[in-house]
């Protein structure tokens, strides 16, 4: 998640980041549905750990006057195949800055990743990336969208009243304290949410063992073997 140098020419913000070769996390999901598998629970411990270590330690305003709005984006989290992830963008309130109005497909898509209290016009923090976080964690676990859905006052529905499903109807052999967790991420209530990131980083260790970057190699050779050649 190194940033070698940003700022903004005509009114452009730009990151510029070390090369990277992989695939966007929205294609590792993709990919696992179309094969009908899941991934390793170490491999998926691993790239939560790693996301998380993506959590921007402190944020400017959006530029424009747009408001912030913080969340994780999967086709902009890149995996690259030495195990190594990039989170590629700060955040929606930062590309309605930049981006065209007639970009909504751009605001539609990224929609279904925020927290309760940002979709409701509230101030994000912390708390409200863990909301994304757990978005993220429960589509790379069950190879399906949580709240998405063609129209954007849908999504807002289901974001902000919606029961979670329980993720065990889809991976009943999840061990007890990754439900736990996806869950705990996922509460409408910021100040009943999973916000314990050093915590959070503890249990995914447990899961991944301190291998995980070489197991995501492995399986991402194993897996990816035919798109690493392109």
């Known amino acids: 998640c190194d940033i070698i140098d940003q700022g903004s020419i005509k009114n452009q913000m730009?990151?510029?980041?070390p090369y990277f070769t992989g695939r966007s996390l929205h294609f590792m999901i993709k990919k696992m549905w179309s094969l009908k598998q899941y991934m390793p629970?170490?491999?998926?411990?691993?790239i939560i750990d790693?996301?998380?270590?993506?959590?921007?330690?402190?944020?400017?305003?959006?530029?424009?006057?747009?408001?912030?709005?913080?969340?994780?984006y999967p086709?902009?989290?890149?995996?690259?195949y030495d195990g190594q992830l990039q989170n590629t963008d700060l955040g929606l309130g930062y590309w309605l800055s930049t981006l065209p109005p007639s970009s909504f497909s751009e605001v539609k898509a990224r929609w279904p990743y925020l927290s309760p209290e940002e979709?409701?016009?509230?101030?994000?923090?912390?708390?409200?990336?863990?909301?994304?976080?757990?978005?993220?964690?429960?589509?790379?676990l069950t190879n399906r969208r949580l709240f998405w859905s063609n129209s954007i006052q849908k999504s807002q529905e289901r974001i902000m009243a919606a029961a979670v499903p329980p993720i065990t109807k889809v991976r009943p052999e999840l061990p007890a304290e990754m439900v736990?967790?996806?869950?705990?991420?996922?509460?409408?209530?910021?100040?009943?949410?999973?916000?314990?990131?050093?915590?959070?980083?503890?249990?995914?260790a447990a899961i991944h063992g301190g291998q995980g970057k070489q197991q995501l190699m492995g399986f991402l050779e194993q897996t990816l073997a035919a798109e690493q050649d392109e």
């Open 75 to 80: 086709r902009h989290i890149l995996v690259g």
């Open 180 to 204: 736990k967790l996806v869950h705990g991420l996922l509460e409408k209530i910021p100040d009943e949410r999973t916000a314990d990131l050093t915590h959070i980083r503890e249990q995914l």
């Open 119 to 140: 979709v409701s016009g509230g101030q994000p923090d912390e708390r409200s990336l863990c909301f994304s976080l757990g978005i993220v964690f429960y589509e790379i």
């Open 41 to 46: 629970l170490d491999v998926v411990a691993h």
């Open 50 to 72: 790693s996301i998380i270590q993506c959590f921007p330690s402190q944020l400017p305003p959006a530029p424009n006057g747009f408001p912030m709005v913080l969340e994780f």
């Open 14 to 17: 730009f990151w510029v980041r």
